[in-house]
């Protein structure tokens, strides 16, 4: 046994294996180590989830089926009226948008998004709790699997990104989506991330760390990343952010998120896959049709997709933005102004690699002889199709089966461009000893 080991070692062994331990103060970050500027081969994806059950044909109004307006008396919105700021803005004759959605509508005529309607999962269950856990790991009806389907894609495609940054999750806790073998960090702000305590202790403890871990050896090399990435970070949170073509971010929880993420993608930390989630569509009673409580949830919705999209709009042709709530509500309204649990409702998928300007998928009616169960909008297109869809064509990932066992009947709807992205690289002359030198174009 070597008895040689100093304190020195010991220290830089445990600092880089256990960055905030508790021997460090509370407000130290929790970081992993992080090579700076790791690109991802495709898209930075950003998953976005509408928890609570969002109602997709008020999202999305169904103006031309006469279903809609028969059972919703209180709820409905009215068919489009150029004259009527509260009528649903046509999109093709047959479906509309709900009016405070119409920022969005904004980008889906520059053809950058598009909508998946009578979309979801094919598991029945009428609990928030199942029917979202069994989207993020992306297996319905199965919670055997502790893994979830962005984290299994992550483990599945090869990459060199180590940055803290690749995996986001924006708030408390880490979404089920993320978990997997690859780590992922639980964000809330870019200031609660860097070193808030004294001035004074920070950079006495930073100037401990770096001459720590001075020299070229592994440990060394190591810290020095983390530091590095600590240090990037803290420069991100100094300035003062700056949207571009005049972004305006709600000052929403929601809103923040998606402003952090644009910062992160902005400042090339790392970021290949983000995930931001909004609140509050279990409308069980004073849903509200053109006012109320939902139509407040989709101005917030509505405005901070908007703003993310202007602000990143130079970089659009690298991310892929999918927005998916758990399930969609009944179509007949409830005695308490409200719609109650259902099952078909609706995607959105946002990017440069989009064929937007267009509503994908079967429509199955809402007339009673149509409806799923007790009383939902079908499910014509399964969740994992529009998923697997953006993993194959825009992240490059081509086994889909890791990511979504027992799965294999994907119908791909067209909804997405092939990426361009490897041809986009030099092409790469391999050595012996795994030596690789890029080509000029020379």
């Known amino acids: 046994m070597n008895d040689t080991t100093t304190r020195r070692d010991l220290l830089k062994r445990t600092g880089v294996l256990a960055m905030g331990m508790l021997a460090w103060p509370q407000w130290m970050p929790r970081v992993a180590f992080a090579p700076r500027d790791a690109p991802t081969q495709g898209d930075v994806l950003i998953c976005l989830f509408m928890r609570g059950g969002a109602d997709g044909l008020n999202l999305i109004v169904p103006h031309g089926d006469k279903g809609y307006y028969a059972a919703r008396d209180q709820t409905a919105i009215p068919q489009p009226n150029a004259s009527n700021a509260k009528a ?10 709900h009016p405070n959605l119409r920022p969005l509508k904004q980008v889906y005529d520059a053809r950058a998004l598009a909508v998946v309607h009578a979309a979801g999962s094919p598991d029945p269950s009428k609990s928030h709790f199942d029917a979202m856990d069994y989207m993020e790991r992306g297996t319905p009806g199965e919670k055997s699997m502790p893994t979830g389907w962005i984290g299994r894609h992550l483990q599945n495609v090869a990459s060199n990104n180590k940055s803290p940054f690749r995996a986001l999750g924006m708030g408390t806790i880490l979404q089920q989506s993320l978990r997997g073998p690859i780590s992922a960090t639980a964000l809330q702000s870019i200031t609660d991330f860097h070193l808030r305590g004294d001035k004074k202790q920070v950079d006495q403890i930073q100037q401990t760390l770096a001459s720590l871990y001075q020299g070229d050896g592994f440990i060394e090399r190591e810290g020095q990343q983390t530091l590095q990435a600590m240090q990037d970070i803290a420069k991100i949170s100094q300035s003062a952010y700056a949207p571009a073509n005049g972004a305006n971010y709600p000052e929403s929880p929601f809103g923040r998120a998606l ?41 917030d919705f509505a405005k901070s997709v908007a703003a993310f999209y202007a602000d990143l709009q130079d970089q659009m042709k690298r991310i892929t933005v999918v927005a998916m709530t758990e399930f969609g509500r009944r179509v007949q309204e409830n005695a308490s102004a409200g719609t109650d649990h259902g099952h078909g ?21 809402v ?24 993993l194959q064509k825009r992240l490059l990932n081509a086994n889909l089966s890791p990511v979504f066992p027992n799965y294999s009947a994907f119908k791909f709807r067209g909804i997405l461009q092939q990426s361009t992205a490897m041809l986009d690289q030099p092409p790469v002359l391999t050595l012996p000893f795994n030596i690789k030198i890029p080509l000029s174009a020379g």
């Open 88 to 97: 649903a803005v046509d999109i093709d004759g047959f479906f509309g948008w």
């Open 259 to 299: 402003k952090t993420i644009a910062q992160l993608i902005k400042g090339e930390m790392g970021v290949e896959v983000a995930c931001a989630d909004i609140g509050g569509w279990d409308t069980h009673v004073q849903q509200g049709g053109a006012d109320g409580n939902m139509p407040r949830l989709m101005d």
């Open 345 to 365: 409702g609706v995607m959105f998928v946002m990017g440069g690699g989009v064929n937007g300007g267009k509503v994908y998928g079967e429509w199955p009616g």
């Open 367 to 390: 007339s009673k002889e149509n409806l799923y169960g007790p009383g939902d909008l079908a499910i014509t297109t399964d969740f994992r199709d529009v998923l697997g869809e953006i």
